[in-house]
């Protein structure tokens, strides 16, 4: 299985990125996808996941409102649409997957993911 996520970038605050994420190994609707971010001298943390078929989301309070994640399975890709940019959401950013997922609820540590992306760097300027 392989993750590969791309679009990030330097911007001002408030602006918009897009990251996308595409998967490839295995069918896509079998994975609960996530994103994570880590910045310099930082441990990796939760920013969204969402199912397997896209009807449920989940969100770190330090994004929500402002980033959205969604996917398009027939594209074997995942996105995380992020608004309202800001310096502290500068940090590399991780698509993660989880096959078949039993979870109850979307879950949100790194542990819970078997299958990470290389990263993406968004950088924010004030």
């Known amino acids: 299985v392989q993750l590969q996520a791309f679009g990030g970038g330097s911007v001002q605050a408030g602006d918009s990125v897009r990251l996308s994420c595409v998967v490839s190994?295995?069918?896509?609707?079998?994975?609960?996808m996530g994103w994570f971010r880590q910045a310099p001298g930082k441990e990796r943390e939760f920013v969204a996941a969402?199912?397997?078929?896209?009807?449920?989301?989940d969100y770190s309070d330090s994004v929500k409102g402002r980033f959205t994640i969604s996917r398009d399975n027939a594209k074997n890709t995942v996105y995380l649409f992020m608004n309202n940019l800001n310096p502290v959401d500068t940090a590399n950013y991780y698509c993660?997957?989880?096959?078949?997922?039993?979870?109850?609820?979307?879950?949100?540590?790194?542990?819970?993911?078997?299958?990470w992306g290389q990263g993406t760097q968004v950088t924010v300027s004030s």
């Open positions: 993660a997957g989880k096959w078949r997922s039993t979870y109850l609820n979307l879950p949100r540590t790194t542990g819970s993911y078997t299958y």
């Open positions: 190994g295995r069918i896509f609707s079998d994975f609960t």
């Open positions: 969402i199912s397997r078929r896209g009807g449920s989301t």
